[in-house]
């Protein structure tokens, strides 16, 4: 599906440094919110409730893995039940995660809109620097999947991992998309209190919006209790 697009704002030579130097650049994560957007106007009132957020989700993930991989020779990963891409050398990942109203404004404090499970929390204290238990270790280093790599844990200790935050509005016919790339640093009770570096990007405006059922649960990160 062709989704027109507005201009967006310049993109500011700072942020182009910064996503060079991790090895994505803004036309791939706008790529990925598009195809998102593509994906969640394929639902329609009478599909199950909650289908056009799963369709967004699997969109984002598939889309962010397979731009990196093709142009950028990273693989998929599979990580604590977290979907993700790294680098070649295993020191990046990067997801995808929906956000409140102040994702992509500099000036404010963007938490999840969805609460997630320890995965989320996993990766967080390992972006802080903090030991993983070792009892949890296994969830890091379990099987890949076809086509994926899966860490050691020295790796999964020293991975630092990223989530294109993304907050969806609705305006008259069109819809405004804001957006950052950001590490999250501190995790308590499902959702991120702290982030490390951000990087907020030029929104996304895109018109043709037609009426699609509820966004329901869309990510999938299994909140489990570890006894």
């Not at 060079?20 to 650049?25: A, L, P, S």
Request: net charge negative; hydrophobic share 40%; glycine share 10%.
């Amino acid at each position: 599906m062709a989704l027109p697009l507005a201009t967006p704002s310049p993109e500011p030579d700072d942020v182009r440094a910064q996503l060079g130097g991790m090895g994505t650049r803004l036309e791939f994560l706008h790529d990925v919110l598009r195809a998102g957007e593509a994906a969640r106007r394929t639902a329609v009132p009478n599909d199950p409730t909650g289908t056009a957020g799963r369709r967004a989700y699997e969109a984002h993930v598939r889309t962010i893995r397979e731009l990196h991989i093709e142009r950028e020779g990273w693989a998929r990963l599979i990580h604590g039940r977290l979907e993700l891409v790294c680098n070649a050398d295993r020191s990046i990942a990067m997801g995808v995660m929906v956000g409140d109203a102040a994702t992509g404004q500099a000036s404010l404090f963007p938490k999840n809109a969805r609460r997630r499970g320890p995965a989320t929390g996993m990766v967080t204290r390992a972006n802080a620097g903090e030991g993983v238990p070792h009892l949890q270790t296994a969830l890091f280093v379990a099987g890949a999947g076809p086509d994926g790599v899966a860490l050691s844990e020295e790796e999964a200790f020293a991975l630092k991992t990223w989530f294109l935050l993304s907050s969806r509005t609705k305006i008259g016919e069109t819809v405004r998309i804001d957006c950052e790339l950001s590490q999250p640093q501190k995790f308590e009770d499902g959702f991120v209190i702290e982030w490390g570096r951000r990087i907020p990007l030029p929104a996304l405006v895109m018109d043709g919006i037609e009426p699609t059922n509820d966004d329901g649960p869309g990510e999938i990160d299994i909140p489990v209790d570890f006894r």
